[in-house]
């Protein structure tokens, strides 16, 4: 299981999240590509930064939305949103390639990410657009009880998908983020984080908010690099999970999504 973060959110002189205290404890840094945050220098530093501490490197597209952070859901069209996707991720595997480091898969930011997975029209059109783009490169999606559709569905496109946890958000009784308008939906006590952490990882399991106990067997846990608590939850992470080589689970994942093996879900 590995540890992903979101990375590169500052924007000119805007400065947001600690990324080089936390670089060094991650696998997987989501890079934003400056549609919900970031710029051009932005992302090429996040990406140096990235290589130095060899942390793989994806891609993390959002809705075009710089004031709300990618937190608002834009009403678009096939090809809109087709194109807004693919011209992130070839933005930011161009840095990538310059830096000769490789991009090594998508993951969506925000409100793009949270309507892929309630919404089987845009998690396909976001499929297709991979598929066109480069279909080797997995998609992280979020670890909930029926993944067997979304793996049904990136199969049928030949995508891999990797799944993922988080630490410091709360559940609701369908393996869904809480909305972060509903009291509770964040955690920020250490020792919160902490317990769910260890119950993902040792139980395959979550508390949703109302208590009830759900299945998250996940090839990855997300900090949230813009929080508070993302350096001492980095740091909390990387003593739980020993480090390994980037992309183990991911090729599991890999597999059950074409079919090959049981796999990660």
Known sequence: MKINCDMGESY??????????????????????????SDPTVMLNTVRLAKQHQVSIGAHPGYADLQGFGRRAIAMNKDELAALFIYQIGALAA?????????????????????????????????????????????????????????????????????????????????RLVARNVPGSSHHELDKICQQARQIIE??????????????????????????????????????????????????SNQAATGEAGGGQ
């Open 12 to 37: 000119g002189i805007w400065k947001m999240g600690n990324d080089e205290q936390v670089m060094p404890y991650l696998d997987m840094a989501n890079i934003a590509c400056g549609m919900h945050a």
């Open 203 to 252: 139980q395959g399991t979550v508390t949703t908010l109302d208590g009830q106990t759900i299945s998250v067997h996940a090839d990855t846990l997300c900090i949230h690099g813009d929080g508070p608590q993302a350096l001492p939850t980095a740091t909390l992470l990387r003593e739980l999970l020993p480090a390994g080589t980037v992309g183990d689970k991911g090729r599991n």
């Open 95 to 175: 840095i990538c390639k310059s830096e000769s480091v490789p991009l090594s898969y998508v993951k969506p930011h925000g409100a793009l990410y949270n309507t892929m997975m309630q919404d089987d029209q845009v998690f396909v059109t976001l499929l297709e657009a991979l598929q066109r783009l480069d279909p080797s490169l997995p998609l992280v999606v979020m670890a909930v009880p029926n993944h067997e559709k979304y793996q049904a569905l990136a199969a049928e496109h030949g995508i891999s998908l990797w799944f993922e946890a988080f630490v410091d958000r709360a559940y609701d009784q369908n393996g």
